[in-house]
């Protein structure tokens, strides 16, 4: 029987603009049904939760403006289940307000924050990982981060690096390290010492809050003046009121490279941040040409490697192009060479300052 | 003032299937404002001879689905100007028809037959080639095709040989020939003896009905059964009876490489067939990167002399795409390189053979 003082937060308030415009700012990434399963990510994170903590203990937050997707797409998950951003203040607020919520209900509460755009394709691992987090930081006084064992030399991770094993699996942390370069990413792999940092974490909701009010006091403060208020129906009020004076952080900086008792559990259940259109690419089932087709309809001819990402049973037809994302959403088309990804950001930046939001 | 006795027969019956999916079925090139003039290809066509014959001489000959389509655009023209083929049957049949209808109005008519999806840029060049060419048949027992002044060795064309002058820029037809390539198009403009074909023509109906009897007897026999009946309210009727019974043959082919009376008036008005994207591309004004757009909106980086036909304002953009077609039709979306472009008649194909009617 699941533990009843376990909870789930699943994070699903991002934009997604990496994957514009096949992801857009009024339907990103998480609630897409991006590998064509028929659930979009963020049912693929509440299914995959269902079995570890009670149904009515999964907390989503994400931005006001995605209430109804969010309502639409796990009803499931009562109103008051829901906590609603009013602005985007990146992960530290959002977990700080998660943390303070659920103490609230339950001062004895532990809990796993995840992200919702994330592809795990070994549940049953993943299970048995969780739910040995759950104990270790039931008994320890720890932040625990999940760290993934790295398949390949991926620069576009945070890394990990592991200290002394406290028991099996798990291990405190060493340092938390930014994106390396491809020389050092390899560096990292033959060492041994490296994980990806995958962004999830388990912890006491006691335990969070504690470290915030050391490590990030004034966004504790913040959230600090609505104890009384949280799990009641003044809550909203007080979050629209108070949550945007936040500063926008990530827990990692806030509170993670800075907290003494960071733990990292070293686990492989078959991990992928889906953070790229080429991790996309690589997560995605191919036809014999290398072609990667998202829903619509392709006739390709001496085309290879490409990914077609159109969100409607559109005919696409292409002659002659390689290693090429072709993703349309209606009014926004895009083709670039998946090499030169990391240059639609910049997309995105030049069609907002020549056509404001409409096309965002 | 205008001769009462000239008239026009406007052909807009194609289905432009190698602008796919830009033209389409419902909506072909000559429907559409191709060069963002603000007036479609036939609009562009029908103004231009207005000053030429008289307004209600004007006749036009499409497919029956297009009539809505001609009605919108042309409202200056009156139903009983607008004939509707109930089938396709290449130029043969429509002129029969058209000759046959126009002569049961004036046995004196005389007349031009031109296409309705071609770029001419020099009208006043264009006015006096029509007026000389109308002088002429109306004197002579003759068929005038116009010759274009080739400007280049087009291998997209079929081109006429020409043989003695019988007056001024008006030669007797020695042959046609059919599109040659490239060695033998170097060929016949170093001779100065071959012009391009422009598929417009003028005659006197009778001289047309003539010819059609001697070279085309099964087709003319077909509206011969029809005397008495043409300009009448059973015309309409009996067409739809009878037409569909005809061949479909090119005028070119059925007539004017038979008959002895051809003549060819060469002319240099700035034509264009706009046949091909390329002739499109050739013909469109350029930006910076050579870049042509259709309506859209382009965000292009390290792109260049593509052409973006997009029915729409979406905004397109690209990384890294030279010399391609990027054309979209909202249900279809089209790349392909611009030297690949003879091989859309084949996606058409195959997208027909896949998905049945659907993206036609």
Not at 112 to 136: C, M, N, Q, W, Y
Not at 229 to 256: H, K, L, Q
Request: glycine fraction near 6%.
């Amino acid at each position: 029987m699941v533990n009843q003082h376990r909870y789930c937060v699943i994070m699903c308030g991002g934009i997604g603009s990496r994957f514009w415009p096949y992801s857009r700012t009024d339907r990103p990434k998480q609630f897409i049904d991006f590998l064509g399963t028929g659930r979009s990510l963020l049912q693929m994170s509440y299914d995959r939760i269902t079995s570890i903590v009670p149904p009515q203990n999964i907390v989503v937050v994400t931005n006001a403006m995605y209430a109804p997707l969010v309502k639409e797409q796990l009803p499931e998950v009562c109103d008051h289940n829901i906590l609603l951003e009013p602005a985007r203040r990146n992960t530290a607020p959002c977990i700080a307000w998660a943390a303070h919520h659920i103490a609230a209900l339950d001062p004895e509460a532990s809990m796993i924050v995840t992200p919702s755009d994330h592809l795990i394709t070994r549940e049953r691992e993943f299970e048995a990982s969780i739910l040995k987090g759950f104990d270790f930081v039931e008994n320890n006084d720890a932040l625990l981060t999940l760290g993934i064992k790295p398949s390949r030399p991926e620069t576009g991770y945070g890394y990990i690096q592991i200290g002394r094993e406290v028991e099996p699996g798990i291990l405190k942390v060493k340092t938390f390290t930014e994106k390396p370069n491809r020389e050092l990413a390899e560096v990292f792999i033959e060492t041994g010492e490296f994980f990806w940092n995958s962004g999830i974490f388990l912890w006491k909701a006691s335990a969070i809050k504690q470290a915030l009010a050391e490590h990030a006091a004034d966004i504790n403060n913040i959230f600090e003046q609505g104890n009384g208020i949280f799990g009641t129906d003044a809550e909203t009020e007080f979050i629209n009121a108070n949550f945007p004076s936040c500063m926008g952080i990530s827990i990692d900086f806030a509170v993670m490279e800075k907290a003494a008792n960071v733990y990292v559990e070293c686990v492989d259940f078959g991990w992928n941040d889906l953070g790229t259109w080429s991790a996309l690419y690589d997560n995605s089932p191919r036809n014999k040409d290398g072609n990667v087709t998202q829903k619509c309809r392709v006739l390709a001819y001496n085309s290879h490697n490409n990914i077609f990402a159109v969100n409607s049973d559109k005919l696409v037809v292409v002659e002659g192009l390689q290693d090429y994302i072709i993703a349309d959403a209606g009014d926004v088309l895009l083709i670039c060479p998946k090499a030169e990804e990391q240059r639609i950001k910049l997309m995105v930046n030049d069609a907002k300052e020549k056509f404001g939001d409409t096309y965002l």
